[in-house]
């Protein structure tokens, strides 16, 4: 069974840096493109990255380049989403989803970035 | 790029069809044959329904179905559900620099 466990999402201030984790098991991590899209409350969904199976490319919303960073550690099956510079319409629910057939076929459970003072 | 166009609420009752729309540009929904729609439960994560315009997921009830015809897409449910309750979101590829766009989203209601 596919499993998308995400980790590091809470409050920081604007401006503050968060590190988000994905933390992947049930399937060959290392062949399949991996994404980030987000939710902020209430609202509906957005894409916000993507990476390639050997971390070669990388795309990003242009909301957050610049800013964020997606990389990956498929040694371990992990897959992170380095956040800097952080603004307060960042807030969202950040739910890490594998890629097949260009969707979005298995998703994590989600964790939530605050960026407030 | 702007999202997808949905609409906001679909009703019916159970045991009914409904269909949801999906309206974007010839540089998205029209552009490819890559669009997808999603299920989200209130407090829950999304759930792949259809991909590539009218694929079913393993697993997935042949109640869902999914079309395109030009610039829209279309995900029809037929003998609606209490649990078919829920916000649907379609997306797709683009050619900008946003690979992907996302539908306004829709709430289906069981009446």
């Known amino acids: 069974e596919v499993q998308l466990v995400e980790s590091g999402g809470g409050l920081v201030q604007p401006g503050g840096s968060l590190r988000l984790s994905c933390a992947a098991s049930g399937f060959t991590f290392r062949s399949y493109w991996m994404k980030w899209v987000r939710q902020a409350p209430g609202k509906g969904l957005e894409w916000v990255a993507n990476?390639?199976?050997?971390?070669?490319?990388?795309y990003y919303v242009d909301s957050v380049k610049g800013r964020f960073t997606i990389s990956r550690d498929n040694a371990k099956n992990s897959l992170y989403l380095q956040m800097n510079s952080l603004r307060v319409e960042d807030t969202a629910v950040y739910y890490c989803?594998?890629?097949?057939?260009?969707?979005?076929?298995?998703w994590g459970q989600g964790t939530l970035v605050t960026v407030s003072s | 790029q702007s999202a997808l166009t949905q609409p906001a609420s679909v009703s019916g009752s159970p045991g009914q069809s409904i269909t949801i729309s999906c309206t974007g540009t010839?540089?998205?929904?029209?552009?490819?044959?890559?669009v997808s729609w999603y299920q989200q439960h209130p407090g829950k994560a999304p759930k792949l329904m259809i991909y590539e315009v009218s694929n079913r997921p393993s697993g997935i009830s042949n109640r869902f179905s999914g079309s395109k015809s030009g610039n829209t897409a279309s995900l029809t449910i037929s003998g609606l559900q209490a649990d078919d309750e829920a916000d649907y979101y379609c997306t797709s590829c683009t050619s900008s620099t946003t690979l992907y766009v996302f539908g306004t989203g829709t709430t289906v209601t069981v009446l």
């Open positions: 989803a594998r890629s097949a057939y260009f969707a979005f076929d298995s």
């Open positions: 990476i390639k199976e050997d971390g070669s490319e990388k």
């Open positions: 010839s540089s998205d929904v029209g552009g490819y044959n890559y």
